[in-house]
């Protein structure tokens, strides 16, 4: 039997927290509550209905959901989004708006679009207002002052070099080289390889106006990072 909204969500709350509870604080469970609530922000702005916004809800709630930076794949997202939500009485069209979602917010699948493959979900074109939102939702989380505070702890989590003057970002990464994780030699390098590149690719124009301030405090951070590094502040 299916559950009310209300009941639904509450019983997803508690599954992600329970599969998210060893992560490193830059993809835990908090992270999914602030892209939760930035993306029903970004729903009403954006006008969506009842159905509209619980398919929001439920995807930033499960869009972490095996991770490849934890080891996961999209073939395991899938899968168990489909078990957790047929085991909660969903029907099928909901299970698969739901999981289209999921599998559009992953920054490497934009750079599967922008390297030739027409197939990826990520071009704004093809994106639902569901996973337009969501995805820009996660990504405002990935700038700013919370970005940047999440940036360092995933690169403390995994161990990387805080800065090298001596390595060069990779500004023209494919998809293949952004998963793999091991390669990325600096935390500092993912700012221009990534976060720096955010702004200009939200899908909603509420988020592009939230990205422009963040942008901003984050090229603001990184001017003085550098003066700092090179004892000129």
Aim: proline fraction near 2%; aromatic fraction near 6%; charged fraction near 20%.
């Amino acid at each position: 039997m299916a559950l009310d909204d209300a009941s639904l969500l509450k019983a997803t709350e508690q599954h992600v927290q329970q599969i998210l509870a060893g992560n490193d604080a830059s993809h835990d469970y908090s992270h999914i509550e602030r892209v939760r609530r930035t993306a029903l922000h970004l729903a009403a702005l954006e006008g969506l209905d009842a159905r509209g916004q619980l398919v929001v809800q439920l995807g930033a709630l499960l869009h972490d959901i095996s991770d490849h930076k934890y080891g996961g794949s999209n073939e395991q997202a899938q899968a168990a989004i489909q078990e957790f939500l047929s085991s909660q009485g969903q029907p099928q069209d909901l299970i698969a708006d739901v999981y289209a979602v999921v599998a559009s917010v992953g920054f490497k699948e934009e750079l599967a679009s922008k390297h030739g493959n027409s197939s990826s979900s990520s071009s704004s074109s093809s994106l639902s207002k569901e996973a337009a939102v969501v995805q820009d939702a996660d990504r405002l989380d990935a700038i700013g002052a919370i970005g940047i505070a999440r940036c360092f702890t995933f690169g403390g989590a995994f161990k990387r070099v805080l800065h090298d003057p001596a390595v060069p970002p990779r500004l023209h990464l494919t998809k293949e080289q952004y998963m793999q994780q091991g390669h990325q030699a600096t935390t500092f390098n993912h700012f221009a390889e990534k976060l720096l590149k955010i702004k200009d690719l939200m899908k909603t124009a509420s988020g592009r106006q939230l990205a422009q301030q963040r942008h901003a405090f984050m090229e603001h951070y990184l001017q003085q990072f550098v003066a700092e590094w090179e004892g000129k502040a």
